[in-house]
């Protein structure tokens, strides 16, 4: 199985797409707010680094992401590539059906047996890249533009090494404390 996102493609639109998908990992944004992304959605944000500020399309609740370096790289990427260049996008426009046909294709390439999917990048921004990493679950939910916690949550049932982790930390905090009162 090869690395997704460093994975060479033979042709230029399977990188396109792979890209895309990316950028949804790294941002946790729908395919119809990526879509919709120019250069007006990219600001500084109150750390000084890029974030960007739109609406979810669905919910028309206002999202604001900080770019991790990834992401921001797939911007510049882009930035003057033709097709950018064209539509006013801040990345390649391809519609959301050929976007799932070629994924099939940039999942046979790298090796994934999984059906892969758009949405699938949201779901691994959600788990992979924020909850599996110490992001509270109330910052995910802010950052998927969720209205409801109850939502997110939905993501972090899929969590159990993240609750064995958070469970052998809590015992390992309690073993530290009765060592300590040992000692006393």
Same mark, same amino acid.
């Given at each position: 199985?090869?690395?997704?996102?460093?994975?060479?493609?033979?042709?230029?639109?399977?990188?396109?797409?792979?890209?895309?998908?990316?950028?949804?990992?790294?941002?946790?944004?729908?395919?119809?707010?990526?879509?919709?992304?120019?250069?007006?959605?990219?600001?500084?944000?109150?750390?000084?680094?890029?974030?960007?500020?739109?609406?979810?399309?669905?919910?028309?609740?206002?999202?604001?992401?900080?770019?991790?370096?990834?992401?921001?790289?797939?911007?510049?990427?882009?930035?003057?590539?033709?097709? &950018?260049?064209?539509?006013?996008?801040?990345? /390649? *426009?391809? %519609?959301?059906? =050929? @976007?799932?046909?070629?994924? +099939?294709?940039?999942?046979?390439?790298?090796?994934?047996?999984?059906?892969?999917?758009?949405?699938?990048?949201?779901?691994?921004?959600?788990? &992979?890249?924020?909850?599996?990493?110490?992001? /509270? *679950?109330? %910052?995910?939910? =802010? @950052?998927?533009?969720?209205? +409801?916690?109850?939502?997110?949550?939905?993501?972090?049932?899929?969590?159990?090494?993240?609750?064995?982790?958070?469970?052998?930390?809590?015992?390992?905090?309690?073993?530290?404390?009765?060592?300590?009162?040992?000692?006393?």
């Amino acid at each position: 199985m090869y690395n997704l996102e460093t994975y060479e493609f033979p042709i230029e639109r399977l990188d396109r797409v792979r890209d895309l998908f990316v950028f949804s990992c790294y941002t946790g944004i729908s395919y119809v707010d990526i879509m919709g992304l120019t250069l007006v959605n990219i600001s500084i944000g109150i750390d000084r680094n890029n974030w960007i500020f739109t609406k979810r399309q669905k919910t028309k609740t206002p999202i604001k992401i900080p770019l991790l370096d990834p992401a921001l790289e797939l911007i510049k990427k882009y930035a003057n590539h033709p097709v &950018t260049q064209i539509t006013g996008s801040l990345l /390649p *426009i391809i %519609t959301n059906e =050929k @976007l799932n046909v070629y994924l +099939k294709e940039v999942a046979i390439l790298c090796g994934i047996k999984k059906n892969l999917t758009f949405h699938m990048a949201r779901h691994t921004f959600a788990t &992979t890249v924020t909850l599996n990493n110490g992001v /509270p *679950i109330e %910052t995910v939910s =802010k @950052l998927l533009g969720h209205t +409801k916690i109850a939502t997110t949550q939905i993501y972090a049932r899929v969590l159990e090494n993240k609750l064995s982790k958070d469970m052998n930390d809590l015992r390992e905090v309690f073993r530290l404390r009765d060592e300590l009162k040992n000692k006393i």
